[in-house]
């Protein structure tokens, strides 16, 4: 959340889903290892300091896929049926 830049400068755009859909759930849960409200609240105290803005907030996991497509430098989550071959993946590793 402290970095807003790519390594090549373009500018990171955060999507999400909404905070209580099932696999924002899931994915905070599972690989952020926390639960939404406490990422929520990391968010509002970045957005209210000045360091850092709100994520832009789906609808839908096919809005994900269509967001992620077509924004230069996005960052979200998909499973894995909805990824496609002009998405680069980046992989979490779990420690």
């Given at each position: 959340m402290r970095q807003?830049?790519?390594a090549d400068g373009q500018l990171i755009?955060?999507?999400?889903l909404h905070s209580e859909h099932e696999q924002h759930l899931l994915f905070s849960r599972n690989y952020l290892k926390m639960f939404p409200y406490?990422?929520?609240?990391i968010w509002a105290r970045q957005r209210y300091s000045?360091?850092?803005s709100f994520p832009i907030q789906v609808t839908?996991?096919?809005e994900?896929?269509?967001r992620l497509q077509q924004t230069p430098g996005?960052?979200?989550y998909l499973t894995t049926d909805l990824?496609?071959?002009d998405l680069n993946v980046v992989a979490i590793n779990e420690k």
């Open positions: 807003t830049r790519w755009q955060v999507f999400v406490q990422l929520d609240a000045g360091i850092g839908s996991l096919l994900m896929q269509q996005a960052i979200g990824m496609s071959s």
